[in-house]
């Protein structure tokens, strides 16, 4: 599909029902999933948007059809209908996103959380805990079991686990590390991707690969400084070079390539130098996931009315960040797991990224 159309309908969103859906949590959410011209994909849920979904799967924008766009419904999992031994619903514990990838955020409350000057000014991960949806710990047993209902009963093919960051040196780590192990003691070879922050001690990077990981994100959000201090408060007082160091040291363990970072597009960066920081990521072999700031009821930056990003910025940003990755043979497909492989949120892959 057409970058520009691509991200205007992740820009304005869609008036629809979806079938498969999520409201709230860590990362991109408060989206439906669909499948656009066959390939999964994610989209905010806006009652006013210009465009809307009929049925049949034909999309429309103020009511002119969309020649070049089938919406199908990514129906939902057989395996949310199925609850554990002690009660808990498996839908509480993990979730189908597009097709075949299942995500968890194993711990779901996070230190930066508790203050507005340190909350990441554009996240929910509590939300959906306060709405009772999930639940705060996933046990690694758990997951294990729900892993592998989601594999047979689905058509799961890999798992994405973030965590919100814990107080401890490990940041998230060593829980990661024992839901990793369960997970793939029960399910082996599904590809596994964790999710987390530099941890102060980068040995952990190596005893994720040990316990099973496939692929690490290690999530910047941004790289300028400025923007930093304003959207990522708490975040910010890890210094970029503790990042590059945890970059480095996960392309030394992971390989290049399997190792990636969000970058959004919307919190005011200049996209030139946006896009010079993607290279610079492409150069060390990390993945500079590019996908635009959405804005979540529940995070600060809604309450602020901070609007989504300009449809063209996102298209021109994402075109050149998908062309510097294909110079340098980096393909999001090629981390086999974790939000670059599946590619739902970004339009990256629809140019070749
Ligand atoms: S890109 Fe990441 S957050 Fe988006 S649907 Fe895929 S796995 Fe989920």
Known sequence: MDAQLRSELAVAGLRSRPALSRPAGAGPSDDGHWLLDGVATTLPVVAGSP???HAGGTLTRDGIVVEDALLEPIVRPRFYELTAADGTPYEAVARLHGTEVLATTVVQTCIRYAGVDTRCRFCTIEESLRSGTTVQVKRPDLLAEVARAAVALDG?????MTTGTSNGADRG????ARCVAAVRAAVPGLPIQVQIEPPQDLAWIARLKQAGVTAIGIHVESMDPAVRARWTPGKATVALSRYDE?????V???GSNRVSTYLLVGLGEDPDELVASAERLIAMGVYPFVVPYRPLPGSLA????VPAPDPLTLARVTRRVARALRAAGMRGADQVAGCAACGACSALGGCGG
């Open 246 to 250: 945890a970059w480095t040291e996960a």
């Open 156 to 160: 799961v093919r890999q798992m994405v």
């Open 252 to 254: 030394r363990v992971f």
């Open 173 to 176: 780590a060593r829980h990661l």
């Open 302 to 305: 809604h309450a602020d009315g």
């Open 51 to 53: 465009f809307e979904l």
